[in-house]
């Protein structure tokens, strides 16, 4: 029942590789994961009293990761979770340095106080109700977060803008690690799970260097030319990953690429397919020979062309065949991920077209 920022984070980067098939999840996804941001800037914001009735604020904990813990009410199910993760949070707070704050929709006060002080492993807890006079402005940003669950925990930290966000998969990627390694040394997990995780780990941060550094990224097009991503500045890039070799990805290509090419304008998007483990001369002849490809901007890939861009994809984008991503380049050549405050309105029309289309 353990939920943090690793599983939110996985399943945002797995909704960044839905197909136009699947947008209105998609949307619903980023849109999702919007409210939650917002929320927890929001928490930032709030002061609120702790259950010594004294002023905090989550600004009170600058330059440390906060393991934020939300739940409904203290009853014996939440009891057991907190138990359960005793000796996990204790090494937390004593290797890392973590603050765990834990905040609660209790509705009776006087309960929720006495079940805190009758169990001991709730001591190393920051406490707050959100369900008091005091702090009904923090209930509301809570209720959303938990969205109906019963528990959720995640990690958040006050960021170089002084506002409270999500730890940034980047910047914090050896915590990521750090925090593995000890709960599998807490839990006794096998080496082998641990290793995948950590493996998982080190890919997602790869993925996301190659979408902030994609603009300095060079490449040889199909035409001999030295070129690099900047070229797309100020557009919306859908990537596919592909061989000529993957049924899928020829599947996918026939049934979507009359609708990636005419809607490509309209949405001010590039559409760009980058191949893996083909034959040069055999990805040629290919690419000149299927309509349903011919659209497209197609870059090559292999040891010895391409080397650097197949370097930044390696272990993760030629994980699972037929792979698409969509990323905004921005006019300064940095990319990012599509963010839903920033792109509602071209994840609005793009979901919109799809419909269309579908028809």
């Known amino acids: 029942m353990k939920k943090n920022i690793l599983v939110i984070y996985c399943i945002y980067f797995f909704s960044t590789i839905l197909n136009a098939q699947t947008d209105e999840q998609y949307i619903e996804m980023m849109e999702s994961m919007a409210k939650y941001k917002k929320s927890i800037q929001n928490i930032g914001n709030i002061g609120f009293k702790n259950i010594d009735n004294k002023n905090s604020s989550i600004k009170n904990f600058k330059d440390k990761v906060i393991q934020l813990h939300l739940y409904k009410s203290l009853n014996d199910s939440i009891l057991s979770i907190f138990k359960k993760n005793e000796s996990f949070n204790k090494s937390l707070q004593d290797s890392l340095s973590t603050v765990s704050i834990a905040i609660s929709l209790d509705n009776d006060e006087k309960i929720w106080k006495d079940k805190i002080k009758k169990n001991n492993f709730l001591r190393n807890y920051q406490h707050i109700i959100s369900n008091n006079q005091q702090n009904k402005t923090l209930k509301k940003e809570i209720e959303i977060l938990l969205n109906n669950q019963n528990y959720q925990s995640s990690y958040i930290k006050i960021d170089k803008n002084n506002q409270c966000n ?102 001010n998007m590039v559409n760009i397919a980058i191949s893996f483990h083909d034959e040069y001369d055999d990805w040629q002849k290919f690419i000149k020979e299927k309509i349903y490809v011919q659209n497209y901007y197609h870059i090559f890939t292999s040891d010895t062309l391409n080397n650097t861009l197949k370097n930044n994809l390696k272990d993760w984008a030629d994980l699972a065949f037929p792979m698409t991503m969509y990323i905004k380049i921005e006019k300064d050549g940095k990319g990012r991920e599509i963010d839903f405050l920033k792109d509602e309105a071209f994840l609005r029309k793009k979901l919109r077209l799809a419909k269309k289309y579908k028809k």
């Open 166 to 267: 999500y730890l940034d998969f980047l910047d914090d990627a050896l915590f990521f690690e750090k925090e593995s390694r000890l709960e599998a040394k807490i839990n006794n997990t096998p080496n082998h799970i641990l290793q995948g995780k950590i493996g998982y780990l080190k890919n997602t941060k790869k993925m996301l260097s190659f979408v902030n550094n994609i603009g300095n990224i060079p490449f040889i097009d199909k035409n001999n030319q030295q070129k690099s991503f900047k070229q797309f500045s100020g557009k919306y890039v859908r990537l596919h990953f592909w061989g000529t070799w993957c049924r899928n990805c020829n599947e996918k290509f026939q049934k979507e690429s009359q609708y990636e090419f005419e809607t490509a304008d309209s949405l």
